[in-house]
């Protein structure tokens, strides 16, 4: 008897630990985060020390294990409505502004909601990990198919940061760019009053300012918050918030994108006020000031992306943070997660993954997640460069808008290694038209772009937002 009841308790225990382990990944909730350790406390430190006791003590293990089974499984039931519950004070606070119809009064009122940073700690390590240099860096960028020096091995998605690329182009390559430029129409509304060609420079400022946003025409409410749509006219969201860019120009194409924007307020708003218009700012959906951080960057001029999380490869030794889309989970679930993200500002052109290892090599994952942003006309940024993904090549089977990223530039954090990448940037451009290149605020970055900056006209090469790139790098 007391050997039936001890096994009947461990297979019990191993249930509540595994259910207890799924559920850490739905810390995006705190009462689901609070339940999940609760599970695993009592899977992993209580439980093993009944089947020591008498058949009596084991039947209460045993009922424990239950207990804590059920709990578990409610839990990870109502994950979904518990998502909606999170977003609704930010819905309803969206919808005053807009002074449209309010959600059904059925929804109740909004839980308080936990720091999603201090909830997820392996994204605060994400947030701050670097590489380590580990070699010098040459004044001039290689000619060859080699990875540039200063690279590390391939990057995986516990480095973040990592600065495997594909092969950089000759840095001599002519002047005018081999790859086609796209006609005038690209990266700008087709009714936008700066569709037609200007004379601006690189980085000057706008004149009129971007598109308010959100626009209600191409808004709707949901569950998650205010979400971008296609217009009943066929207006494309990212072109209607893209910033006006001279498509008459027949130049080389750089975009920069400075990521991890909103950790820090007051950072956030010195990279906004510092660097050019032109240089295209990315936001992470978590913190409660992204909405106001980007509206001030809308305002400065600069075209903005918010950050997805996915599941890397290492999940979940590394976590991207809550409400990441994982390749575990059902195509329905990925999509509330998606619609979450999207739900947390409006105005962005589209979205930069952020980690993605495993979500992005998994085409059964990946592809219904393009097919909602196609739907909902936004831009898909790959941002794995030197990595595999079947993202890019499946954009353009689904007919979604995407990038890729060329080059992380500041992997290593210094001058010269910095220049470097953004001089293979330059080769990447020449050769094939069009090149994005990803960044911290680090105060030396940003020192360095707006150096890099002054330089472009004279190299006859435009710096321009991430829309102005749109379908013009390979897919492969």
């Known amino acids: 008897m007391r050997r039936l009841v001890s096994g009947l308790i461990e297979r019990a225990r191993r249930l509540a630990r595994r259910l207890g382990e799924r559920l850490t990944d739905l810390q995006g909730v705190p009462v689901v985060a609070r339940a999940g350790r609760a599970v695993r406390a009592v899977a992993g430190r209580w439980m093993p020390r009944f089947t020591d006791y008498r058949p009596l003590a084991a039947a209460l293990g045993l009922s424990v294990a239950g207990a804590a089974v059920t709990v578990t499984w409610l839990a990870v039931q109502a994950e979904p409505t518990l998502m909606r519950l999170e977003s609704l004070a930010a819905t309803r606070s969206l919808t005053a502004s807009l002074a449209l119809p309010a959600l059904s009064a059925e929804a109740a009122p909004a839980p308080g909601s936990a720091d999603p940073i201090a909830a997820a700690p392996g994204l605060r390590q994400l947030i701050t990990a670097q590489t380590d240099d580990a070699g010098s860096i040459d004044d001039a960028p290689p000619v060859d198919d080699s990875p540039a020096v200063g690279d590390s091995p391939p990057a995986d998605d516990g480095d973040p940061d990592g600065s495997a690329t594909a092969p950089v182009p000759d840095a001599q390559a002519p002047e005018a760019p081999d790859a086609p430029v796209a006609d005038a129409t690209d990266g700008v509304p087709a009714d936008s009053p700066s569709a037609e060609p200007d004379s601006r420079l690189p980085g000057s400022l706008v004149d009129p300012p971007l598109v308010a946003a959100p626009l209600d025409t191409i808004t709707e409410i949901s569950p998650f918050g205010i979400l971008p749509k296609i217009g009943p006219d066929g207006e494309v969201p990212w072109r209607v918030y893209a910033r006006p860019f001279d498509t008459s ?34 936001f992470m959906p978590y913190p409660e000031a992204t909405a106001d951080l980007m509206a001030e960057a809308r305002g400065d001029g600069h075209e903005t992306l918010l950050m997805l999380p996915m599941e890397p490869t290492n999940y979940p030794q590394d976590d991207p943070g809550p409400q990441a889309l994982l390749a575990r989970l059902s195509p329905d679930m990925n999509r509330q997660r998606l619609e979450w993200v999207m739900g947390r500002a409006s105005g962005y052109v589209g979205v930069v993954s952020l980690m993605g290892g495993a979500f992005v090599t998994d085409g059964e994952a990946v592809s219904p997640m393009l097919q909602i942003l196609a739907r909902r006309g936004l831009i898909y940024v790959d941002n794995r460069p030197g990595a595999p993904s079947l993202a890019p090549r499946l954009a353009s089977e689904v007919g979604a808008s995407r990038a890729t990223v060329d080059r992380r530039i500041d992997s290593v954090e210094t001058r010269d290694a910095i220049d470097l990448r953004l001089r293979e940037l330059e080769a990447i451009a020449r050769e094939r038209g069009a090149a994005v290149g990803v960044a911290h605020a680090y105060p030396v970055t940003l020192d360095r772009l707006v150096a890099w900056v002054a330089t472009l006209d004279a190299k006859t090469i435009d710096l321009a937002p991430v829309s102005a790139l749109v379908n013009l790098q390979p897919d492969s």
């Open 249 to 282: 120009r027949d130049r080389p194409r750089v975009a920069i994108i400075v990521m991890w924007l909103g950790l820090d307020t007051p950072a956030t708003r010195r990279t906004i006020e510092r660097l050019p218009p032109d240089i295209t700012l990315g």
